[in-house]
């Protein structure tokens, strides 16, 4: 999570775990990991000092259900923790949607 990551907090909580999980899930969906054009684990960290999140992946479809999953991948990365859905959501979303 960039707040973790960028060290504005002294520990991990709940919502740091849900912007991990929103990237984790991007990852299995391209198989690739979030940011593939970074080389380097700087390039990662300036991307996210810059705000930049991941691009939408051509695999998650540009029909309903790919809209929603991706709204739900965007809702976990929010830059703010308290904006970010709970677990518990992002699990009823998921079995919702597969």
Known sequence: AP??????VQQK???????ALGMT??????????YPDC?????????VERKTLPTRPTKLGNDRKGDKMWQLLM?????SPAERPLSSY?????????
């Open 25 to 34: 899930m991007l990852e299995i969906f391209t198989g690739q990991v979030p």
């Open 13 to 19: 909580t709940t919502q740091t775990d849900v912007y």
């Open 75 to 79: 809702r976990c990365w929010s830059r």
């Open 90 to 98: 992002v699990a009823g979303a998921l079995d919702y949607m597969l």
């Open 39 to 47: 080389r380097s684990d700087i390039s990662v960290i300036r991307a």
């Open 3 to 8: 707040e973790v990551l960028l060290e504005e």
